[in-house]
């Protein structure tokens, strides 16, 4: 079975603050994405990495950054969270080949204050 | 640019009462058409993919099917525990990403 894991299922961060959620594959999956869900909007992609240290954006690449400096783990950070960044954030995986199905994590539920 | 769009916006059936989700898109070359179910508060859990007009899978109660311009989820004597959101998405051209309706909200009554 494919497993996603992220850090924490609920973080409450102040506005300013640097935070950091992370999210490990163990399925040795070459693709890794970040998405926000929010009512209304669905999911949007924020982030996604086909290798190691590798990234392209997705649609809503503002205000965040990511890191992936091993195939297992992807990071993204929030610079200076901001209240519009409280949201649904979802972790995927899935391997290289266009077309494969995506593998998500839980998600963590960020509310910044 | 990609769209996918699912009707209706919410279901609610009787225990054993079966029905259909649609789900309608418009793409250039279609790479895949992925069907997952939502928990609240939880991750979307991958059900189905789909490559070709014609294709079906299934899997319990549930059955997923592809023509050119739309899927459908249909749910064969749903139970309780069937409610849930119900999310299409799809994978086109060169993209890697997803793109995502809005979902559908399955609420199956006992």
Redesign the interface.
């Known amino acids: 079975d494919v497993k ?1 894991t992220q850090s924490s299922r609920y973080l409450v961060k102040r506005t300013g603050e640097k935070v950091f959620l992370e999210c490990v594959q163990d399925m040795d999956h070459e ?1 890794m ?1 970040w998405y926000r869900q929010d009512p ?1 909007l ?2 949007r ?1 924020i982030y ?1 990495s ?1 290798d190691v240290k590798m990234k ?1 954006k ?2 809503i690449p503002e205000g965040y950054s990511v890191s992936r400096e091993k195939k297992e783990r992807f990071s993204l950070i929030l610079e200076s969270a901001s209240t519009n960044q409280t949201s649904m954030y ?1 972790c ?1 995986s ?1 391997l290289w080949r ?10 963590t ?1 960020l509310t910044v204050t | 640019e990609d769209q996918v769009t699912q009707s209706p916006e919410a279901l609610r059936l009787q225990e054993g009462e079966s029905s259909s989700l649609n789900c309608s898109y418009t793409v250039s070359g279609l ?2 058409l ?1 069907w ?1 179910r939502q928990d609240p ?6 059900l189905f ?1 789909l ?1 070709s007009a014609g294709e079906e899978k299934e899997k319990e109660r549930l059955k997923a099917t592809l023509t050119k311009k739309e899927s459908f989820l249909h749910i064969t004597a749903p139970k309780p525990e069937d409610s849930a959101t119900y ?1 299409c ?1 799809v ?1 086109a051209g ?5 793109t ?4 559908t909200l399955l609420t199956v009554n006992p």
């Open positions: 996603v693709n994405f209304g669905g999911l992609l996604f086909y392209e997705g649609d979802l995927a899935s266009r077309g494969s199905e995506q593998y998500f994590g839980p998600g539920r | 790479r895949g992925f997952y508060g939880k991750g979307p859990e991958f993919t490559y999310l998405a994978i060169s993209n890697y990403k997803l995502f309706g809005k979902g």
